[in-house]
């Protein structure tokens, strides 16, 4: 009998409540024309409102999906569908000798590696390496012009002062935000963009922004001074900066190889842009890493993972002083493990942690922390985390799911993951009794 | 204040007015930053106050030290007595509180109930929340709460009514509610105290009778109808002079139902003294009345009506019915030794013959008697009465009890076209919430199939038809979800009409189905 993810991992994996139930519905065999299986994918035929049957497949080691519906959503309902018949009724499914072309076409092309770009003349390592050096210098050079730019903005902002701020509008903000695109600093553009809600963002709002500012103008002074400092310092104000790292790029480095369990997962949106943050735990070295996937407007994500899943692979840790976020060289899933209950954080370590951190970056946002033997508190209209030392963490004001979370909690001491800003904690899963709630 | 906070306190001020006003930032006279400052050896005081203000947040957070402080613990949660629901079971349950299949709600707690299992702890806010907006789920919802639920309803104001709709409450606990619960839970205690002390209950509301709103009032004293006796008389008796009509119509009518009781005796006296039963001639029997000319205002008191609302209905004729409508409709079967259907036959002659049927349906409505109820309904439905008025008086298919699909059936089997939005047994069948039988569901559903399947006809619209088998998918037994009712390969014409509704349909049935394996097993 081949391994498979539970029917609430598979329904975890879903984009949206729609996706839930209708892939519940063709989760029973009369959906389907045909369905069968073998040691490493399931397939079926399902029965849809257009002439032919659409054909899907899904890929049960690395738990991807492939539907020839026309369906915008991934996965689709037809892949989760067949994936919950085959999580209720692995024994009804057929198991023959070879799986049609359609299947094993793709199950190829996956494990195949992908060929080279072709380009008209092959360049020599030496080549690209010249290329990519004057790529970088290219940018560079347009990246140090607009922190010119921003520099007498941001002096003049000072000058005039903040009094007015709440007053600026968004128009204010997104202009300056522009020129930083322009000049290659999406990460810049993102940072002032943001400042525009700070200062309409009630008490308090003239410390925030002012930190805000200190820390970009942070930024502006290390990447000038970007010759004397350390390389991962380099990196870490590059990555702030907006320089992205490819897949590619990074699948060159030496990776951590480790059983990583699923602990936390996070989806925030902003101007339509969805951001989610999987956060994982190596089983064997302890080792936190976050995975940062983007879906822009009505698309979901392309990579289906969810809380509780765990899986044997190699990670690689982004270059930077701090290494949190990470990337998934190679992996494949283990159905067969569990999360085990090994966290042994403390609200003390959390807060030296994040000093560390800061002390390594920063301009790290946020940390990703396990604590164990909390308890929830009321305290008027807020939450906190507290245990026995009377350490306590206040949990954050826009935290929605805090009555989830003392309906597990029931009172008791428990073990929970989630993410420190250093102001305010954002509780993502409890450890109840060994197993992970996603709250 | 500390030195840090002074600092920071003057930084923000002078970034705040601007460097162009209140001057360059004052010099860092403790030296916090001194050193690093000078290193910087900066002129400009923009740049010199942005220096400060990214070693200042640095600072302070690289610096932050764990806070500490007494918090109030809060007390744990007890130990479970019933198992939780499986995961699958869970999942389906989440589906509902999210909002698909909304509608099975009472259903799956009723299973819950039934198989003896809670509800996992992480769904409990959703659905203590949808308790706090839906009364008549609460008693439901607190059995499948769990201890959990009960520990977790103590935090939070708007799941009050889960102490007090809990069944392990004693009696004392639920008085000493009394005083300090809102209206609603006032009113779940009645319900709790009436099962477990009824006395307790009727005492408790006459202790505080008088600061209750007249609707409140009204509504306490429906919920003695389920245990109602005689020993409930002294606040029925208060009541009865109640300054609110509602309230002394409510008091009336419950009054009606103890035999010994002054309505009941003023009521038969009454209509007694205008009804009398002739043989006639040619055989047969007739009703014939005699009916009092003026409103006594002594009637007032009983919340009798003087003036008639229903239409094609006199003044005089509404006091019959009103009257009638107080005495059990088997007093006059055993008074003259009639079936009901030979009574309302024997009426049928009689000038005031809508009157007698009105009269005799809000007495069989009100005494939920299955027979009268059945033969009236019958009557009402074959005579297509089409007045909106009448409407609370005529039983509904709910008060028929078991004769409710012999009903149903002989209506379906006397006409001839199937189920239309003019047919005689749709408005009844959307009225008959079920649980629907095997046997019964397979006639409808027969029947809507060949509804689905005859050609367009532009008089009847197709919308109501299509409708009911979305609504009927909540009634029928799930256990019929694996059969074919439908052929869906069709791809006729009027199969587009269909072809939403019943998929629809198949996925309602077939979740239901889901949910009763999965909490059975």
């Given at each position: 009998?081949?391994?498979?993810?539970?029917?609430?991992?598979?329904?975890?994996?879903?984009?949206?409540?729609?996706?839930?139930?209708?892939?519940?519905?063709?989760?029973?065999?009369?959906?389907?024309?045909?369905?069968?299986?073998?040691?490493?994918?399931?397939?079926?035929?399902?029965?849809?409102?257009?002439?032919?049957?659409?054909?899907?497949?899904?890929?049960?080691?690395?738990?991807?999906?492939?539907?020839?519906?026309?369906?915008?959503?991934?996965?689709?309902?037809?892949?989760?569908?067949?994936?919950?018949?085959?999580?209720?009724?692995?024994?009804?499914?057929?198991?023959?000798?070879?799986?049609?072309?359609?299947?094993?076409?793709?199950?190829?092309?996956?494990?195949?590696?992908?060929?080279?770009?072709?380009?008209?003349?092959t360049p020599t390592d030496h080549q690209n390496a010249e290329v990519?050096?004057?790529?970088?210098?290219?940018?560079?050079?347009?990246?140090?012009?607009?922190?010119?730019?921003?520099?007498?903005?941001?002096?003049?902002?000072?000058?005039?002062?903040?009094?007015?701020?709440?007053?600026?509008?968004?128009?204010?903000?997104?202009?300056?935000?522009?020129?930083?695109?322009?000049?290659?600093?999406?990460?810049?553009?993102?940072?002032?963009?943001?400042?525009?809600?700070?200062?309409?963002?009630?008490?308090?709002?003239?410390?925030?922004?002012?930190?805000?500012?200190?820390?970009?103008?942070?930024?502006?002074?290390?990447?000038?001074?970007?010759?004397?400092?350390?390389?991962?310092?380099?990196?870490?104000?590059?990555?702030?900066?907006?320089?992205?790292?490819?897949?590619?790029?990074?699948?060159?480095?030496?990776?951590?190889?480790?059983?990583?369990?699923?602990?936390?997962?996070?989806?925030?949106?902003?101007?339509?842009?969805?951001?989610?943050?999987?956060?994982?735990?190596?089983?064997?070295?302890?080792?936190?890493?976050?995975?940062?996937?983007?879906?822009?407007?009505?698309?979901?994500?392309?990579?289906?993972?969810?809380?509780?899943?765990?899986?044997?692979?190699?990670?690689?840790?982004?270059?930077?002083?701090?290494?949190?976020?990470?990337?998934?060289?190679?992996?494949?899933?283990?159905?067969?493990?569990?999360?085990?209950?090994?966290?042994?954080?403390?609200?003390?370590?959390?807060?030296?942690?994040?000093?560390?951190?800061?002390?390594?970056?920063?301009?790290?946002?946020?940390?990703?922390?396990?604590?164990?033997?909390?308890?929830?508190?009321?305290?008027?209209?807020?939450?906190?985390?507290?245990?026995?030392?009377?350490?306590?963490?206040?949990?954050?004001?826009?935290?929605?799911?805090?009555?989830?979370?003392?309906?597990?909690?029931?009172?008791?001491?428990?073990?929970?993951?989630?993410?420190?800003?250093?102001?305010?904690?954002?509780?993502?899963?409890?450890?109840?009794?060994?197993?992970?709630?996603?709250? | 204040?500390?030195?840090?906070?002074?600092?920071?306190?003057?930084?923000?001020?002078?970034?705040?007015?601007?460097?162009?006003?209140?001057?360059?930032?004052?010099?860092?006279?403790?030296?916090?930053?001194?050193?690093?400052?000078?290193?910087?050896?900066?002129?400009?005081?923009?740049?010199?106050?942005?220096?400060?203000?990214a070693l200042m947040i640095n600072y302070r957070r690289a610096g932050?030290?764990?806070?500490?402080?007494?918090?109030?613990?809060?007390?744990?949660?007890?130990?479970?007595?019933?198992?939780?629901?499986?995961?699958?079971?869970?999942?389906?349950?989440?589906?509902?509180?999210?909002?698909?299949?909304?509608?099975?709600?009472?259903?799956?707690?009723?299973?819950?109930?039934?198989?003896?299992?809670?509800?996992?702890?992480?769904?409990?806010?959703?659905?203590?929340?949808?308790?706090?907006?839906?009364?008549?789920?609460?008693?439901?919802?607190?059995?499948?709460?769990?201890?959990?639920?009960?520990?977790?309803?103590?935090?939070?104001?708007?799941?009050?009514?889960?102490?007090?709709?809990?069944?392990?409450?004693?009696?004392?606990?639920?008085?000493?509610?009394?005083?300090?619960?809102?209206?609603?839970?006032?009113?779940?205690?009645?319900?709790?105290?009436?099962?477990?002390?009824?006395?307790?209950?009727?005492?408790?509301?006459?202790?505080?009778?008088?600061?209750?709103?007249?609707?409140?009032?009204?509504?306490?004293?429906?919920?003695?109808?389920?245990?109602?006796?005689?020993?409930?008389?002294?606040?029925?008796?208060?009541?009865?002079?109640?300054?609110?009509?509602?309230?002394?119509?409510?008091?009336?009518?419950?009054?009606?139902?103890?035999?010994?009781?002054?309505?009941?005796?003023?009521?038969?006296?009454?209509?007694?003294?205008?009804?009398?039963?002739?043989?006639?001639?040619?055989?047969?029997?007739?009703?014939?009345?005699?009916?009092?000319?003026?409103?006594?205002?002594?009637?007032?008191?009983?919340?009798?009506?003087?003036?008639?609302?229903?239409?094609?209905?006199?003044?005089?004729?509404?006091?019959?019915?009103?009257?009638?409508?107080?005495?059990?409709?088997?007093?006059?079967?055993?008074?003259?030794?009639?079936?009901?259907?030979?009574?309302?036959?024997?009426?049928?002659?009689?000038?005031?013959?809508?009157?007698?049927?009105?009269?005799?349906?809000?007495?069989?409505?009100?005494?939920?008697?299955?027979?009268?109820?059945?033969?009236?309904?019958?009557?009402?439905?074959?005579?297509?009465?089409?007045?909106?008025?009448?409407?609370?008086?005529?039983?509904?298919?709910?008060?028929?009890?078991?004769?409710?699909?012999?009903?149903?059936?002989?209506?379906?089997?006397?006409?001839?076209?199937?189920?239309?939005?003019?047919?005689?047994?749709?408005?009844?069948?959307?009225?008959?919430?079920?649980?629907?039988?095997?046997?019964?569901?397979?006639k409808v559903l027969a029947n809507i199939e060949r509804r689905s399947?005859?050609?367009?006809?532009?008089?009847?619209?197709?919308?109501?038809?299509?409708?009911?088998?979305?609504?009927?998918?909540?009634?029928?037994?799930?256990?019929?979800?694996?059969?074919?009712?439908?052929?869906?390969?069709?791809?006729?014409?009027?199969?587009?009409?269909?072809?939403?509704?019943?998929?629809?349909?198949?996925?309602?049935?077939?979740?239901?189905?889901?949910?009763?394996?999965?909490?059975?097993?």
């Amino acid at each position: 009998m081949t391994t498979t993810l539970s029917a609430a991992q598979i329904l975890a994996l879903a984009p949206d409540s729609s996706s839930v139930k209708s892939s519940r519905e063709l989760s029973i065999p009369r959906k389907w024309k045909l369905f069968a299986a073998n040691e490493v994918a399931i397939w079926g035929e399902c029965i849809g409102s257009g002439k032919d049957p659409y054909q899907t497949i899904v890929d049960l080691a690395q738990t991807a999906f492939k539907c020839s519906c026309p369906s915008r959503k991934f996965p689709c309902k037809h892949g989760l569908g067949l994936y919950l018949l085959f999580a209720t009724e692995q024994h009804s499914f057929q198991r023959p000798e070879a799986a049609p072309d359609w299947v094993t076409d793709w199950l190829t092309k996956r494990s195949t590696p992908k060929p080279p770009r072709i380009e008209t003349s092959t360049p020599t390592d030496h080549q690209n390496a010249e290329v990519e050096i004057v790529r970088e210098s290219r940018r560079q050079s347009k990246v140090a012009g607009g922190i010119v730019d921003l520099q007498i903005w941001l002096s003049d902002l000072v000058r005039k002062g903040l009094a007015d701020a709440p007053t600026f509008g968004y128009k204010f903000w997104d202009q300056i935000a522009a020129r930083m695109v322009d000049a290659q600093a999406p990460g810049i553009a993102r940072q002032l963009r943001e400042m525009s809600s700070i200062a309409a963002s009630g008490t308090d709002w003239q410390q925030k922004l002012l930190d805000r500012i200190a820390l970009l103008h942070l930024l502006i002074e290390g990447f000038e001074n970007r010759e004397n400092l350390p390389a991962d310092t380099v990196a870490d104000i590059k990555t702030a900066i907006g320089w992205t790292s490819t897949h590619d790029d990074l699948s060159k480095s030496p990776g951590v190889y480790d059983q990583w369990t699923v602990i936390g997962q996070r989806i925030v949106e902003e101007d339509r842009l969805k951001a989610r943050r999987t956060w994982l735990f190596g089983q064997q070295t302890h080792q936190i890493a976050l995975l940062l996937h983007f879906a822009y407007g009505n698309a979901t994500f392309e990579y289906p993972i969810a809380v509780d899943m765990v899986i044997d692979g190699e990670l690689v840790f982004y270059p930077g002083a701090f290494p949190q976020r990470a990337t998934l060289k190679s992996y494949v899933l283990n159905a067969n493990s569990r999360a085990n209950g090994t966290w042994n954080g403390t609200i003390a370590s959390v807060v030296v942690g994040y000093s560390s951190a800061i002390t390594c970056n920063p301009w790290v946002e946020r940390i990703g922390v396990a604590i164990s033997d909390v308890r929830l508190a009321i305290q008027g209209n807020n939450w906190l985390l507290h245990n026995s030392e009377s350490h306590y963490l206040p949990i954050s004001s826009d935290y929605k799911r805090a009555w989830q979370f003392l309906s597990v909690n029931g009172g008791h001491s428990q073990s929970v993951f989630g993410e420190w800003d250093g102001e305010s904690f954002w509780p993502l899963t409890i450890l109840d009794n060994g197993v992970l709630v996603a709250l | 204040m500390n030195r840090i906070d002074q600092e920071r306190k003057k930084l923000v001020a002078t970034a705040v007015l601007g460097t162009a006003r209140s001057g360059p930032l004052p010099p860092d006279v403790e030296g916090i930053f001194r050193s690093s400052l000078t290193i910087l050896s900066r002129e400009n005081p923009e740049e010199q106050l942005l220096d400060e203000a990214a070693l200042m947040i640095n600072y302070r957070r690289a610096g932050m030290v764990v806070s500490i402080g007494s918090i109030d613990e809060l007390p744990t949660a007890s130990q479970e007595s019933l198992p939780s629901c499986s995961p699958a079971a869970a999942e389906l349950l989440k589906q509902i509180l999210d909002g698909s299949y909304r509608d099975v709600l009472p259903e799956a707690l009723d299973l819950f109930v039934g198989h003896q299992l809670r509800v996992p702890f992480l769904l409990l806010p959703d659905l203590l929340t949808v308790g706090a907006r839906r009364p008549e789920l609460r008693s439901q919802i607190v059995r499948v709460a769990g201890e959990r639920g009960k520990w977790l309803a103590q935090f939070n104001k708007s799941w009050s009514y889960v102490g007090t709709a809990s069944v392990d409450r004693t009696s004392e606990e639920l008085v000493a509610d009394w005083d300090t619960a809102k209206a609603d839970d006032r009113l779940a205690i009645i319900h709790r105290l009436r099962e477990m002390d009824s006395n307790l209950a009727v005492s408790l509301l006459i202790r505080s009778w008088k600061s209750e709103t007249a609707s409140n009032r009204q509504a306490m004293l429906s919920l003695l109808e389920p245990h109602l006796s005689s020993e409930d008389a002294p606040i029925l008796e208060i009541a009865f002079v109640d300054k609110s009509v509602e309230v002394r119509r409510e008091a009336v009518r419950l009054l009606s139902k103890l035999p010994l009781s002054i309505v009941r005796k003023k009521a038969i006296e009454l209509a007694e003294s205008s009804i009398q039963l002739k043989t006639r001639i040619f055989g047969g029997s007739e009703i014939t009345l005699a009916l009092p000319h003026a409103y006594d205002p002594e009637w007032s008191h009983y919340a009798i009506e003087e003036t008639s609302y229903i239409k094609d209905i006199g003044d005089r004729a509404w006091w019959l019915v009103q009257w009638l409508g107080l005495v059990p409709p088997d007093y006059w079967s055993n008074k003259f030794g009639m079936t009901p259907s030979e009574l309302l036959a024997a009426a049928q002659l009689s000038d005031w013959a809508d009157a007698l049927r009105l009269g005799w349906s809000k007495g069989a409505k009100l005494t939920n008697n299955h027979q009268w109820n059945y033969v009236l309904l019958k009557y009402w439905v074959t005579a297509a009465d089409s007045r909106t008025s009448i409407t609370n008086l005529v039983p509904r298919v709910g008060d028929l009890g078991p004769l409710a699909e012999a009903l149903l059936s002989e209506i379906l089997d006397a006409v001839s076209l199937p189920l239309h939005d003019r047919h005689p047994a749709t408005a009844l069948l959307r009225q008959y919430t079920g649980p629907w039988s095997e046997e019964f569901s397979r006639k409808v559903l027969a029947n809507i199939e060949r509804r689905s399947r005859l050609p367009k006809d532009p008089n009847q619209q197709i919308w109501l038809s299509v409708s009911l088998l979305r609504e009927f998918a909540y009634r029928i037994p799930p256990t019929l979800a694996s059969e074919p009712w439908f052929d869906v390969t069709r791809d006729d014409d009027e199969w587009m009409n269909w072809a939403n509704a019943v998929n629809d349909f198949q996925n309602t049935l077939t979740f239901r189905q889901n949910l009763y394996r999965e909490l059975e097993s």
